[in-house]
């Protein structure tokens, strides 16, 4: 007699949001305490999810896992089920329902991080393409405060051109491309997460590489031991989160209440320019995933799962 | 008897000779975009930049076609984008499988079903276009996720003569004009000189009268979605073979400019007129106008505001032109 | 030309009137006076620029240069709506009414007064229309009533009438000839156009003749005038070539072209049967209504019959589709142009469109034997190709040649002529007969319905005629006098089914 | 003489019916979809589930006026998802700083804004609806966008009102029913019994002969779509009401919907055919579908598969019992 957590997603047929469900079902099915998953995982906006989230409630749910469209739409339906007994755990971006417990990846720190590790290796000064996820989302207004905290670090470096990528590959790609085809005078690549294409982007048009901070994404991870002459870093940001929203759903409902509200998740980043920086992105490598997939398919202290669990993606009782 | 005054206004004349030959106004447009881009950045008009251009294009423009043939006769094709992006994600994930002539097969064939689907509804059960191939998109989209489920870590391989085409230069130029120039030709010549070309634009003119004629409609109808899929599927390789990226939305934000590419092109919604050139030129003036937008740093607010208004204001102006009288 | 004397009694003068299309020259210097309690005709060949000029009155064309007078005051009328605040309503040649709305709901849309509106459909001969019919529903001869009824409601001071008769059986034709003489002797004005001389002489005092776009001539209409107005019309020498009458040889042996046995279909078409032999033009004559649409329809495969048989050289045939009676060698020249044409493509396009239509020719086309063939019918048939980028922008009776010139080309067995002159002018009359006599010499078989009872004995060698959805008479051509046939048409003289049968 | 039989079919007959009485057959394809939802799930036909099922109908029969109206005319209004977003977002963004009648107010001129500029560019530009109207939605988008930056922190109230119309119940019923009911019926009676109502069927059926009998075809267009504006603002307002969120993509996903609601309620993309009625029936059928859907625990991609699989057969079946004259 296992526990019933029911699960909602709104974004689907991306390769992060796929890892993300993939890591839900394998930390359930890697912890034996669960019974059945619940999974409403479809494309869909704030006022949809309210409708998914009171069909988990009337399917008698314990725990409901939820990664919110949206920092305020959902927080009726989050009232209603916390009020119900259910345990709540928002993954990914943070909601305002100060009922649920939150558990994310930390965007602020995620850009920073990134971002400060480029201005170092541009020396401190010239100018960066600075290639934005979708104008208006959540996740990229965090990512866009610790970018500009960054560059307050660096007074000599500028912004050579900002775009939104709208986080799609062909987009990102024919904007770089134009980008180089337009001769501006850039030093740096600073993308939210559309990478591996960058790089083709540069190795195609024959252009001489600069320095590229992307995402941990399996595509691009391979890239940076793999292109001749590429120096870059990738930064992580687990799709994996999904999978500790599942173990914390669970010690919560084991009895462990954990001692904040919102737990983040902090980036790691992972250079190809040191030798400890090479090693971690050996480690991290994966051939087996798709390039769309992070290559952070754990996160250390939470998820359970092994490999092989989360790549076949299934659940309790499948 | 009075004399009527010749001297007919410059606004006219222009719109007659529009009417004759409608592809000199748009390479004026096109002309001016590339004008203004040299003005703001002189250092960009290089073969680099014409190349990358083109590359580009091509694959809007071989979706644009499908929008143009089946506009002819009156109808739309909203599934190219799906069609597109499933016989690149079959391709792609289906490849380390079975190899990539055999993906690349089934993946055709792929597309060509949502073609033969779109023919069947809109020839047999007289659905319009617009909601057939809306109706087939999502249906496709739903098969496309159910088929994602099975192959999920599998992997993905891209056939080198995708890659090939995708990104390499032949002098400067991109090699997808190896495929484009043909396929370009092609269409031209069906449009123009063959019967199928010329029952198009009966249908979309008058389909009654083409009945009456002898024409069946729905064999018509029916080949045409077929090889609008086809044309589709074929994009969607070689849009695979650019981006690499086998993502199932890849091509979908494809379908809309494919659209205002055959509208900007001169091609009527309402059938019966229009031709596959201006859409060429319709493709080349989008590209050239999102590079525009990238080029002037403009916040994703303004750059909305100012593609859709220039979209609006070439329909527009083209109207304007050439339909008074 | 001399100008019109300046009238202070005129109704309606319009001096100098041009308009161009593009390249096109509708109209040069065109001029019309109209005196109230006056019929003026006016007259001219296909594409002289009558119904340009009715368009241009009423507001809804602009001119581009010219003067227009009303009742003595300069005027703009610059719309339809500001044409009929002056007193001016047209009936244009185009049925203008909305297919989607009951009669009623176009009667308001117009702001048109109900009461009379009845009183007149009932005086030109509809009393049972039903003011919820759709008019969609409606056929072309019951549009052109109510389309006149709803001119006549808003008691008009001018009425403007283009080939307004045209597509009308004879029947309502007397009709509208009286109502239109009665509302010229209650003192109102009326311009009216028409190709029917028959109809000019019956109701018309003056007659203004346009050619070219010119007016050449503005005359009293008296008799005997006839020669003259065709002559300024066509310009001097040519209004010579007059009807050659064919004679009349229908062979009664070998087997039908076309034998038709009982053949029935919806509520109207309930049994007709005939026999069409090479070389041979049956004539049809009904009036509105009588099933001969159903007939038409069902033989070119445009409808299912529901009884039965049609053969062809012999062999029974089943239509499903218009394909199957094509290749059976049944050609349809419809009724309506605009169920035959590409508005919007050339007249090259349009003629060419049947040689194209089967899937064994979807392939490459033979641009030069197109054009050969294409230009061959266009010779044949006279059609002014001024503005042949666009079929639209033909004169009326030019459309209606591209609708024929399209069957010539591709090359006829078996022509189904349904009122092929509607609209078109007498020289073009006349080579349309020559036209049909020639095929049939040549072997082909034409069935032929005429609404112009005159026709029969100008282009046919036999008629039937068709009352109540069957055969009710059988003659010779040289028989169907306008008299005989009009009895015949009104099922008066009808005669045993078996014995029209047989004959037919 | 023959006697024509005068058995007609059955599908005919029922066809007919359907032609003078359309609303019977939406009925019944209601009443069928209800019956599989209480056989797969019999406790689920509650008050509660009605009252639902009608408070999210309707933003979408809203919508779906807006589709109705136009079509009539052979228009269509893709513009109404993104008016219905910005008018729901300007009142939740502007409440806190100016107080909530007067955030409403701005919204709603909003709302007017993007539909009068629909009207300018149809009715006198002539720009093919479906193209203006996307052109518009784009534009919309990106000034919501450069708006949103510069209110970005003052935080969202929604006004209690919208919240008491987009939440409440009275009698187990949604309160949504006291604005859509007044507003359905002035819609019916508008299409139905004024001149405007006509002038909508008579161009979408002859604008030729609309405009010879004197019609100002541009007076129309403009007032139409300036209409469709309000209506959409006016959803966004209560759909506002409903969510509770403030996004930028609110009540984007419902603009393909409410074109499909109108096409399953019987009303003609092509202009001339159909009504209000047809359409809040078809708004409720797809409102029972997406619950269906749900119930039977899909993944997605079935989801997809099956709706517009459902979508397409009702509006093929429709056709097949209405058009075969
Ligand atoms: N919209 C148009 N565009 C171009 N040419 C036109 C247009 N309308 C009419 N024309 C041309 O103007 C000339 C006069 O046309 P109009 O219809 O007035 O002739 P008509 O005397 O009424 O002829 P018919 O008896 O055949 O109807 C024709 O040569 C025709 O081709
Ligand atoms: N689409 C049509 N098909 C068949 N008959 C039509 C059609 N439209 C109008 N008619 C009828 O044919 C007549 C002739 O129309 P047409 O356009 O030829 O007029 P016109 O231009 O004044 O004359 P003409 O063609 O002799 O120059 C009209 O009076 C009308 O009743
Ligand atoms: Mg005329
Ligand atoms: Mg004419």
């Given at each position: ?276 920086g090479k090693a971690n992105l050996a480690a991290a490598a994966n051939p087996n995933l798709s390039p769309e997939w992070p ?24 | ?325 | ?31 019309l006076l109209v005196a109230p309690g006056q019929i003026v005709a006016l007259m001219g060949a296909n594409g002289a620029g ?455």
């Amino acid at each position: 007699e296992g526990y019933k957590i029911g699960i909602s997603n709104t974004v689907q047929g991306n390769g992060w949001r796929e890892q993300m469900v993939c890591a839900m079902k394998a930390e359930a099915l890697a912890s034996g305490k669960v019974e059945s998953l619940n999974i409403a995982h479809r494309n869909t906006d704030a006022a949809g999810q309210l409708e998914d989230i009171r069909n988990l409630i009337q399917a008698g749910v314990q725990a409901i896992v939820v990664n919110p469209s949206n920092s305020e739409g959902i927080n009726s339906a989050i009232k209603e089920a916390t009020d119900a007994g259910i345990v709540v755990v928002a993954v990914d971006q943070a909601v305002t329902e100060p009922s649920a417990y939150i558990l994310s990846n930390n965007q602020e720190q995620y850009a920073y991080l990134g971002a400060k590790w480029l201005f170092e290796t541009m020396g401190g000064e010239g100018a960066v393409v600075y290639m934005r996820g979708a104008a208006g989302a959540g996740a990229d207004n965090d990512r866009d405060v610790g970018f500009k905290r960054a560059m307050a670090e660096f007074p000599n470096i500028t912004i050579a051109q900002e775009v939104f990528t709208g986080w799609q590959q062909d987009q990102g790609k024919q904007q770089i491309n134009d980008i180089i085809a337009a001769g501006v005078p850039f030093q740096g690549v600073w993308t939210s997460g559309i990478d591996n294409v960058i790089v083709d982007a540069f190795v195609e048009s024959g252009a001489p590489l600069v320095p590229i901070v992307g995402a941990d994404n399996a595509g691009f991870v391979g890239q940076l031991s793999s292109v001749e002459g590429l120096q870059g870093a990738a930064v992580t940001n687990p799709g994996s989160v999904g999978g500790a929203g599942v173990a914390l759903a669970i010690q919560i409902l084991d009895g462990q209440m954990p001692a904040e509200k919102t737990v983040l998740v902090d980036p790691a980043l992972w250079e190809n320019v040191t030798e400890e920086g090479k090693a971690n992105l050996a480690a991290a490598a994966n051939p087996n995933l798709s390039p769309e997939w992070p290559v952070s398919v754990s996160i250390d202290g939470w998820t359970t799962y092994t490999m092989d669990q989360i790549i076949a993606c299934k659940g309790p009782g499948e | 008897m009075t004399t009527t005054t010749t001297n007919t206004p410059v606004l006219a004349r222009l719109g007659r000779l529009m009417v004759d030959t409608p592809l000199i106004p748009l390479t004026l447009i096109l002309l001016a975009l590339i004008a203004v881009l040299a003005i703001l950045n002189p250092a960009i008009l290089s073969m680099f930049w014409v190349g990358n251009t083109l590359k580009i294009a091509i694959p809007l423009a071989m979706l644009a076609a499908c929008q143009t043939l089946t506009m002819l006769t009156g109808g739309i094709d909203l599934s190219v984008g799906t069609a597109a992006t499933i016989a690149a994600y079959v391709t792609a994930t289906a490849t380390p499988l079975i190899g990539a002539p055999s993906a690349i097969g089934i993946a055709m064939a792929c597309a060509l079903a949502i073609g033969v689907v779109n023919g069947i509804g809109i020839a047999f059960a007289r659905v319009h276009p617009l909601i057939m191939t809306l109706g087939t998109g999502l249906i496709a989209t739903g098969c496309l996720l159910v088929y994602q489920r099975s192959v999920i870590s599998t992997g993905t391989i891209y056939p080198e003569v995708l890659v090939w085409l995708g990104t390499g230069r032949t002098w400067g130029l991109p090699n997808g004009l190896f495929l484009f120039i043909p396929f370009a030709v092609l269409i031209l010549w069906v449009q123009r000189r063959t019967g199928f070309g010329r029952l198009l634009y009966a249908i979309g003119s008058n389909e009654a009268a083409a009945r009456l004629s002898g024409v069946r409609v729905w064999q018509v109808h029916l080949a045409l979605y077929s090889l609008s899929g086809i044309i589709a599927g074929l994009s969607g390789l070689l849009y695979l073979g650019m981006v690499k990226t086998a993502s199932l939305s890849l091509a979908l934000p494809l379908d809309l400019p494919s659209v205002a590419a055959a509208v900007i092109g001169g091609t009527s919604i309402f059938g019966g007129r229009g031709g596959y050139g201006g859409t060429i030129l319709g493709a080349l003036i989008l590209t050239v106008l999102a590079t525009m937008l990238t080029l002037l740093q403009m916040p994703e607010g303004g750059r909305r505001i100012l593609y859709g208004a220039i979209i609006l204001a070439v329909t527009a102006l083209y109207i304007r032109l050439t339909d008074r009288s | 030309m001399t100008p019109a004397p300046a009238s202070p009694a005129a109704m309606l003068d319009a001096r100098g009137v041009a308009k161009n299309f593009g390249a096109v020259v509708a109209l040069r210097d065109a001029s019309l006076l109209v005196a109230p309690g006056q019929i003026v005709a006016l007259m001219g060949a296909n594409g002289a620029g009558k119904s340009t000029f009715v368009k241009i009155l009423t507001g809804a064309l602009k001119p581009d240069a010219g003067q227009v007078r009303i009742r003595g005051q300069d005027s703009t009328v610059a719309s339809p709506a500001g044409a009929r605040r002056s007193g001016l309503v047209p009936v244009y040649q185009e049925p203008s009414l909305i297919p989607d709305l009951s009669v009623a709901d176009n009667l308001r849309l117009g702001d048109t007064p109900v009461d009379r509106f009845r009183h007149w459909v009932s005086e030109l001969g509809l009393p049972d229309l039903r003011q919820d019919a759709m008019i969609r529903s409606l056929p072309l001869a019951a549009l052109r009533i109510v389309d006149l009824a709803r001119a006549l409601a808003v008691e008009p001071d001018v009425l403007l009438l283009d080939e307004m008769t045209a597509a009308l059986p004879t029947n309502l034709v007397d009709r509208v000839l009286s109502v239109v003489r009665a509302q010229a002797n209650a003192g109102r004005s009326v311009i009216y156009i028409s190709h029917r001389f028959t109809e000019i002489a019956a109701i018309c005092d003056r007659a203004t003749v346009l050619r070219d776009g010119l007016t050449v001539g503005d005359l009293a209409i008296e008799p005997g005038i006839e020669d003259r107005i065709v002559e300024m019309m066509l310009g001097a020498g040519v209004a010579a070539a007059a009807a050659t009458r064919n004679a009349s040889r229908s062979s009664s042996q070998g087997t039908p072209r076309l034998k038709v046995r009982g053949l029935a279909t919806g509520t109207r078409l309930t049994n007709v049967s005939l026999d069409l032999r090479p070389g041979e033009v049956l004539g049809v004559v009904a009036l509105e209504g009588q099933g001969q649409d159903e007939l038409f329809d069902v033989l070119a495969g445009n409808r299912r019959a529901t009884a039965g048989t049609v053969e062809v050289d012999g062999k029974p045939m089943t239509f499903a589709h218009p394909a199957d009676a094509i290749a059976a060698g049944l050609t349809l020249v419809p009724g309506d142009r605009a169920h035959a044409l590409l508005m919007q493509r050339s007249v090259r396009e349009n003629i060419a469109l049947p040689l194209l239509a089967r899937f064994a020719n979807w392939g490459g086309i033979s641009m030069r034997e197109e054009q050969t063939r294409v230009g061959a019918a266009i010779e044949r048939l006279q059609i002014d190709t001024r503005a042949q980028g666009e079929v639209r922008r033909l004169s009326g009776g030019n459309q209606q040649k591209v609708t024929i010139a399209r069957w010539i080309a591709k090359g006829v067995q078996t022509l189904l002529l349904f009122d092929p002159t509607r609209g078109i002018d007498i020289r073009t009359k006349r080579q349309i007969y020559a036209l049909v006599r020639d095929l049939a010499d040549q072997g082909a078989a034409v069935l032929y319905y005429t609404s112009e009872l005159a026709e029969v004995r100008l282009a046919c060698d036999r008629a039937v005629v068709i009352f109540n959805g069957r055969v009710v008479d059988v003659m010779d051509a040289a028989d169907a006098d306008e008299p005989t046939l009009m009895r015949a048409a009104y099922g008066l003289t009808e005669k045993t089914p078996e014995a029209a049968g047989a004959v037919a």
